[in-house]
């Protein structure tokens, strides 16, 4: 017979206000089995965690139950409680009477009555309960960043300056990410170019870091410590290691009417190209679907001008295969789509911009040399219209539901150096809030206001419309209670943020889970900041939420910390929840091998003996208890119920489910 | 009638929630009748959430909204202005005595060229 | 496939050139439709207010009609038709209790939920005909610079009307790049003439109408067309006068050559 032991606690008022815990203890002490029932303020406390620890020893208890917050929240600490105890930690049930019960409940009468219902549920599963030891399994030294922005850069920095090897896989032919596109960066106004640089050459130069760009992650196997990983690395019709990023090759292409990306599409360049003067590698690239030679055959004049014959029009996509004891996902943002806001004029007019697209035109190295000019017929502008949260805060269908975080202050550092270097230009901003937490951001702001007259309107603009030459902006301003109408050169639109496309594919491959917004969901909002729910993936960057680049060095820097904790360990504790066969009901189908997603389940032949000494050679399915992370997908497939989950068997469930039933 | 009954009845019938506006005045920067009107559309979201229904009863801008639906399509946070302006409409034209058309007064106000939907319209808005 | 047609009350009076040359255009493109047997009017307005249910009910038997008629494809030319009928629609469609309360009052053989669909001629040219097979059948191409003007009801509300793009539409323009004309684009176009208020207010109604046709005027317009009997009396009356307005249905007529 077991010796139970219930543990029933108020977290302060948060179960407490809603639940009888006195009652729920009172009556659980009556169940079979269960020896001693308490309640207490704060279970997780020392204090609470003592008087635990003291009854297990006292009592003499085989095992606890827990009626407190989620699982998620403090099983683990409670499977520490008990083990220090002398118990097997999985001999610990948490009953889950906060999340389910109390702060979804306001009729106390009924929240007690579900909370006493979810305690013997744990109960009569914990009567099925047996002790579990957790496998062991080696953790492979290296770590995968996937994204090369500041986010993925800083973190690969990061984790290789601890001594472990990095490779950071992007996307585009360079690393640098949207913040090598910008001119200057808020609140200090240094050049994005100057502080950014310097970090690229040093993960070109580390040499525990491998850059693979033009690649993309085609799929990833394993688990926490051992992932498999497929990167495919698209043919760049160019041998990465002979060319010398000369640039002969892009003079002489015939054909240059390519949209130039890095520019915002705002100028154009050759087929054969290098993404800007300062990439990593500095290597060129060809675009297949430009390339005269490699779609129609006629052509070859940058392959006959190179002087280090790196050109190859025969280069083929290769795939690459790596193992890594980490991920980290720093897949980064784009400005959305602004088909849905014409009213702005963004489809119709060409001296409507987005905010991205001025910092190409202010920037030294962008097409107009920074020499900022409109783009219809490069004229300066000498009035400037700037309109904020264009698509952010929109919850009619057309835009994203959240803050962007990043317009106001950057629009403030627009507005701010456009009056700086065109004293005469006039600067409007539309704006419903302006939104600057952070150091000296606010002073930042106000700058723009005292310092430079920046004229900020608080309304929004309802319409854009070309008269006389002049971009008219209609809008609303609800301090002075009137609609003004400001004839404007140029307009500049503060687009929504959104996450990068791709990072729906990738949460898929690493089994993270995502929001509604697309963006990666952390395993503790408050407490886990950087990491995912899945064990082994961290997020750096906006691909967990809009942030600025202080904040994204930040978060960067601390999920390197968090990689280098889990690559410094040699060992890693493996689930005890694992699967396993029962192998007399096995009849070796193949089905649970083919939905396990770990690859953890192989078959053996096995000799059982059949009575009257005869034998039988059979197929059966066996887990390896160091691949299998406990997911159950096995145990539901199974056409025969063999498969089973420790910790999770199908008797301790339906225990589960008799007890809820049971009046 | 009870100014709470009339508010919630003008809200009920605006099907619209004027809570979930963000006070960005897109509404307002949008509507083509805006300097003709005393109270504003903004202002019609914000009136009626705050219950106070006279100055919307009172409004010359309940006649000279254009019903053209540039507030409803452009609002972000899906509210609806221009049915808040209609639903305080039917708020004064219900009561008894308060019909704005005459339709003796009809034949001076209209021309030859005058389409008839026109007129039907002006009945269906200015008169129950 | 054979559509209802819907003329609605203006078509037959003050707005006789939208209906008359939209049928003979029907008939040089060999679209097959049928009027409306003893339709009514639509009722001019969209009743907004969510307890107004006997101002659909007219709007609500012609819906029914097209679908107990004929194929269930209603065909509409006036904007203030087409707005009044598609939004009213939504509602039986989507809206239980003026589902409930129309039905009751009515009482059809068969409850009426939606069932039609609302075409306006200028979807019906988009969807069903082509505009490239339009390019085809002109014989006069109208070899002038023509505004198009949307106003407001063909749009808006654009979740309900799902018309064409609220602020940046292109149908028609589309339309008349296919009858031969250029089409210019003026910011204007989307804009409300101020119609509704022309008999009550008619100061605010000619200052609307001069910005529209002063700006249409200003990207280079040499006439205006419309599909709103309102926005025509509006335009033609209260605008600067000096840019003549056409509905849409007289222009296509011209082109495929069957205007007299």
Redo the contacts between chains.
Sequence with gaps: MQRIGVFVCWCGSNIASTVDVKKVAEVLKAEPGVVISENYQYMCSENGQALIRNAIKEHSLTGIVVCSCSPRMHEATFRRTAESAGLNPYMVEIANIREQCSWIHKDMEEATEKAIILGRSAIAKLKLNAPLTSGESAVVKRALVIGGGIAGIQSALDIAEAGFEVDIVETSPTIGGNMAKLDKTFPTLDCAACILTPKMVDCAQNEKIDILTYSEVESVKGFVGNFKVQIRKKARFVDEKKCTGCGECMQKCPSKKGLNDFNMGLNTRPAIYIPFAQAIPNVAVIDPEQCLKLKNGKCGLCAMKCNVNAIDYTQKDEIIEREYGAIVVATGYKPISLEN???YGY??YKDVVTSLELERLMNAAGPSEGHLVRPSDHKEPKVITFIQ?VGS???????KPYCSKICCMYTAKHAMLIREKYPDTEVHVFY?DVRTPGKNYDEFFRRAVEQYGVDYV??????V????GKL?V???D?IN?E?VVIPSDLVVLAAAIEPSPTVRKIATMVTASIDTNNFLTEAHAKLRPVESPTAGIFLSGVCQGPKDIPETVSQASACAAKVIGLLAKDKLKCNASVAHSDETLCSGCSVCANVCPYGAITYVDKEFRLGGGKTELRRVASVNPAVCQGCGACTVTCPSGAMDLKGFTTGQIMAEVDAICKR | MDKLEQVKLVKERSGTDARKCMKCGKCSGRCPAYNEMDVKPHQFVSYIEKGDIDKLLNSKSLYTCLSCFACVERCPRGVAPANVIEAVRQEVIRVQGENKIQAEKVPEMIDETIPQQLLVSMFRKLNK | MKFTYYPGCTLRTKAKQLDIYGRKSLEALGVDFEEVKEWQCCGAVYPISRDEVATKLSAVRTLNSAKVEGEGKLLTLCSACHHVLKRVNGDMKNDENIRFKANNYLALEEEYAGETDVIHYLELLRDYVGFDNIKRAVKNPINKKVGAYYGCLLLRPSKELAFDSPENPTIIEDFIKAIGGTPVIYGMRNECCGAYVSATNKEIAVKKSVKVTDDAMGHGAELLVTACPLCMYNLTENGNKKVPVYYFTELLAEALGVKE
């Excluded at chain 1, 929109?394 to 835009?399: E, I």
């Excluded at chain 1, 419309?465 to 006389?468: A, F, I, R, T």
Aim: aromatic content about 6%; hydrophobic content about 25%; overall charge negative.
């Design positions: 806001f014409n009213e489809s119709q949260c805060r929109d919850t009619s269908g057309c835009g419903i608080k309304g929004m603009v309802g319409k419309y070309e008269e006389n008219m209609q809008g609303a609800l209670n609609q």
